[in-house]
């Protein structure tokens, strides 16, 4: 089935939740919708907003964007305003460099900032490219300037901290006063590295030669986990260890411990912990998510400790015309226990990656012990750096599959419903700027609702939580929006709140609206939410008068929009999608006509004496059933209308009252233009096998050749009928026809044209 088609079954013709098991999202909102309000931020001469530090508190958002690092207040929620700003970009030297070595002074030699971290209570730490030569610096809080040397330059090179190229992916997140940064250490972007840096410490990074990442690797994310001794990183590199006929991506997961300290006399200033395994993102019977673009840890807050890893994944072999994206989640004990198992390594003779099957080292190789390891344990930790097992999601498979989309970043929030239980809710940001928040359910995710960020495609390049605040800040090229995590204003019944599904929203009954369920603190038994289930009439019942749809708590139901057509006038009823996981379909006057039902749910009605009345478009969802939309046709010859018997869900004609009259004209007229549609069809076919049949024709007739004179006939040395030579045509048959193999000739060409005599 066509991808065009089966949307339109999922979407329309049944509830999708009932027939697709790709999540749809329940409620779409287009770039600028009042229902959705966003906060928007910009600042003149000032682009690419990509790197967000949130103060403590939640008060101040922290910017760095191109050429400047901005201050941001953001307490109150709806605002945001610039208290400060620096302006530092690359000095003219640095950009006449950057431009002799063939880059784009209009486009990459500029200082893009790559890293912004809290130092401490004083101090930021920022990095940028710098004109493709990267430089660090710090940033005094108190009056927000940079802190410099005598000379006014960054006293640090940035390089192993930040990328030359602003294209290059990276990460970098500070632990207890150092940096772990992950990204390209050369201006060709072929050597990868994970390096840590600050503190007291040794300097510490991957060893290039010895290729423990490989040249095109892709940093997404890095991560410490409170009370672990170790710092993950996500990213994508070539596989080695596969005999793939192209290249073949693959998702990974390093570690290394915190209290690594480097060798001695082996891997000195070297990581003497790193290891690195494949990560599994797929479905059976389908291509591998293999390509990683982001990822996300949320530590457990149920006192089991650890965390979980959310990474959203594409497949680059796509399939469809944007292809899929997948969430994989992983927890933090299936990260370990890959880590504990079996080495891979190399054998050097038919260079092909085998399973270690040697003998144990104690302490294990790798492991986050505080004494020193021994030089054999070291040297084995050169070339034993790739584990051989994979890490399997949650339950086997991806959380969440959606196609024609591009997730590229993702942020995890977790918030109690207000019957006690936790719900994790996932912001996913596409790359044409889209955000779909999705709440993860035992039975599935749901996909509440899909905001469309920006009114032309463009990609988000950060996002990031402010769960105090209830915001989520997202970072794009053209500036910051702030997006309440929250929108209970736009349901405005019991039913439409509890089908929402939103954790973050729940029905007051005492004040008759939907409200931030983060204010159901205490007592909750004023308080109606159904999460799970989303079922209104196993819900609403406890606020029974409060069910069906009102505006401001007094009238139910849509406003009844009266019309007063002309005779024969056609009319055309909308029908509003409030969510695109409800059946639509109309309740209509008995004494109806006749009218047809499009595809996006309008009915068109021809106004006739028999359509005066009321024509009511009703959804169901869950069982439930509310009315989105009220037209009244007056009757066009001036009578009151009498609405008999109302029937319900009828698409393309329903019978006049009992005992009145039946016109059968409308489905005649429907008839008579299908059978002259596949009158048509079959003429147009015949048609055009005809002239097929005289080309056919044409072709053999257009090679022959004259007949010779009786006197001259020649006989056929070969014939190719099987029969004697030259038998037909001197038994008076059809002329001999020749077939031409290489193509037809013009008049005026002279190139031998080989021939074939068949029998006409």
């Known amino acids: 089935m066509p991808t065009a088609a089966l949307r339109l079954l999922c979407g329309v013709v049944v509830p999708a939740a009932m027939l697709c098991a790709e999540p749809l999202p329940r409620v779409a909102f287009p770039s600028g919708d009042p229902r959705r309000i966003l906060t928007r931020f910009s600042q003149e001469n000032v682009s690419h907003y990509d790197i967000f530090l949130l103060g403590e508190g939640e008060e101040e958002l922290y910017v760095g964007a191109r050429d400047t690092v901005l201050a941001l207040a953001v307490g109150a929620p709806g605002t945001i305003h610039a208290k400060a700003s620096i302006t530092w970009g690359p000095t003219a030297e640095k950009t006449s460099e950057c431009a002799f070595k063939k880059k784009s002074q209009e486009t ?74 992950g990204t390209m250490n050369n201006f060709q972007g072929n050597e990868p590295i994970i390096s840590r840096s600050l503190g007291s410490r040794t300097l510490l990074k991957t060893d290039a030669f010895l290729r423990w990442l490989s040249a095109d690797a892709a940093f997404v994310a890095s991560f410490s986990i409170p009370n672990d001794d170790k710092v993950y990183f996500f990213f994508e590199e070539t596989a080695d260890e596969f005999d ?138 050169k070339d034993h750096f790739l584990m051989d097992g994979k890490v399997a999601p949650s339950q086997g498979r991806p959380l969440l599959v959606k196609t024609d989309v591009k997730y590229t970043r993702i942020a995890v929030d977790e918030t109690r419903g207000v019957l006690g239980a936790v719900y994790r809710v996932m912001f996913l940001a596409t790359e044409e700027g889209f955000l779909h928040k999705a709440v993860e359910l035992p039975a599935g995710p749901h996909i509440v ?54 954790p973050y929203c729940a029905w007051h009954i005492a004040r008759s609206s939907c409200q931030p369920a983060r204010a159901a603190s205490g007592d909750n038994s004023g308080w109606l939410q159904d999460v799970e289930e989303g079922s209104p009439a196993a819900v609403c019942h406890r606020g029974r008068s409060l069910a069906m749809p009102h505006t401001h708590g007094v009238h139910e139901g849509p406003p009844v929009e009266r019309l007063s057509p002309s005779l024969n006038a056609v009319v055309r009823l909308a029908c509003p999608r409030h969510s695109a996981l409800a059946t639509y379909s109309w309740q209509q006057p008995g004494g109806w006509g006749g009218s047809a039902l499009l595809p996006n749910h309008t009915l068109v009605v021809i106004v006739r004496r028999g359509t005066a009345g009321t024509y009511t478009c009703l959804a169901t969802e869950n069982g439930y059933t509310w009315p989105v939309a009220r037209y009244h046709l007056q009757d066009p010859l001036g009578a009151t209308p009498q609405d008999g018997p109302a029937q319900e869900g009828l698409s393309w004609g329903t019978p006049v009252a009992p005992g009145g009259p039946r016109s059968y004209w409308p489905q005649f007229v429907t008839v008579t233009v299908l059978l002259a549609v596949t009158l048509a069809a079959a003429g147009a076919l015949a048609l055009a096998a005809y002239c097929e049949q005289l080309k056919a024709k044409s072709k053999v007739q257009g090679c022959s050749v004259p007949r010779s004179p009786p006197g001259h006939r020649h006989r056929e040395k070969a014939p190719l009928n099987g029969g004697a030579p030259g038998g037909e045509e001197e038994r008076g048959g059809s002329p001999a026809c020749c077939l031409q193999l290489d193509g037809d000739n013009g008049p005026g060409d002279s190139t031998g044209t080989a021939r074939l005599p068949v029998t006409a």
């Not at 050097?348 to 012990?369: F, L």
């Open 244 to 381: 793939f006929f192209e290249r073949l991506l693959v998702p990974r997961v390093a570690r290394v411990c915190k209290s690594d300290v480097g060798g001695d006399k082996v891997l000195q200033k070297k990581w003497t912990t790193f290891l690195k395994a494949q990560l599994v993102c797929s479905q059976p019977g389908r291509f591998p998510f293999n390509v990683i673009h982001h990822a996300f840890a949320l530590p457990r807050r149920d006192g089991s400790g650890g965390a979980d890893f959310y990474a959203v994944f594409t497949s680059q072999w796509q399939a469809g015309r944007a292809g899929s994206a997948a969430v994989c989640v992983y927890s933090q004990e299936a990260l370990e226990e890959v880590f504990e198992g079996k080495y891979k390594e190399l054998n050097k003779e038919s260079s092909r990656w085998t399973v270690y099957s040697g003998p144990n080292i104690s302490p294990r190789p790798g492991s986050c012990s505080m004494g020193p390891s021994s030089d054999k344990a070291l040297t084995f930790m």
């Open 108 to 181: 990459e030699c500029f200082n893009f900032i790559r890293v912004l971290v809290a130092l401490n209570q004083t101090h930021l730490y920022v990095c940028g490219t710098y004109a493709f030569s990267p430089a660090c610096t710090y940033i005094h809080l108190e009056n927000f300037t940079l802190v410099s040397s005598g000379k006014s330059q960054p006293f640090l090179d940035g390089k192993g901290q930040c990328p030359f190229d602003p294209q290059h992916t990276y990460t970098a997140l500070l632990v207890d006063g150092e940096l772990y940064a």
């Open 449 to 502: 609702e899909s905001i469309q960020l920006f009114g032309t495609p463009e990609p988000v390049k950060n996002l990031l939580l402010a769960p105090g605040k209830g915001i989520l800040y997202i970072g794009y090229s053209g500036g910051i929006l702030q997006v309440p995590l929250a929108n209970c204003s736009q349901h405005r019944s019991c039913a439409e709140c509890v089908l929402a599904r939103d």
